[in-house]
């Protein structure tokens, strides 16, 4: 059983609130327009980090984090991407990756629209996490926790860090 605390879109912005919140995590998903490196460093510090580059991102960023980046946790297939897209509307060319990858999670940011919901028909669960920074249009940074048993996810939860304005 692992939990996994997963955040999108902090554009370089730092809140020590991730720190509080991913403490009961035992890894971090950071799904794209990381913004910086000392960011993702700080996470790293405090806990292991998959991470996708975003299309905000900048050259050694994209030179240190794919664009697409699968891998197996707790018997679970899992797929992470930027620009992704959702059930019913995925990005140009994700379709295709989804049906021959077959993964059981799939995460995207990008859209900064938190979004949680299961796909029926590519049969996996879509978790767009929101955006944890200032930078953007959405109203309320979030970001989400999970836990992901033998292929199996529970204790899914929506973490609002406030709104965007008051930062």
Known sequence: MKRIGIL???HGYWDDRYLEYFAECDEIWHAGDIGSFELIRRLEE???VKAVCGNCDGGDTRKTYPQILEWECENTRVMMTHIGGYP???APGIRKILAEKRPQLF????SHILKVMFDRQ????YINPGAAGIMGWHKVR??????LSQG???NLEVI?????ENE
Not at 107 to 110: L, P, Q, S, V
Not at 122 to 125: C, D, E, V
Not at 142 to 147: G, K, Q
Request: aromatic share 10%; net charge positive; charged share 20%.
């Open 152 to 154: 199996n996810f529970s």
């Open 142 to 147: 979030t970001l989400i926790r999970v836990t």
């Open 107 to 110: 995460i995207a940011g990008h």
């Open 122 to 125: 590519m049969n996996l669960l």
């Open 88 to 90: 019913g509307k995925y």
């Open 160 to 164: 609002e860090l406030g709104a965007r």
């Open 8 to 10: 999108s879109d902090t």
């Open 46 to 48: 405090f806990r292991p």
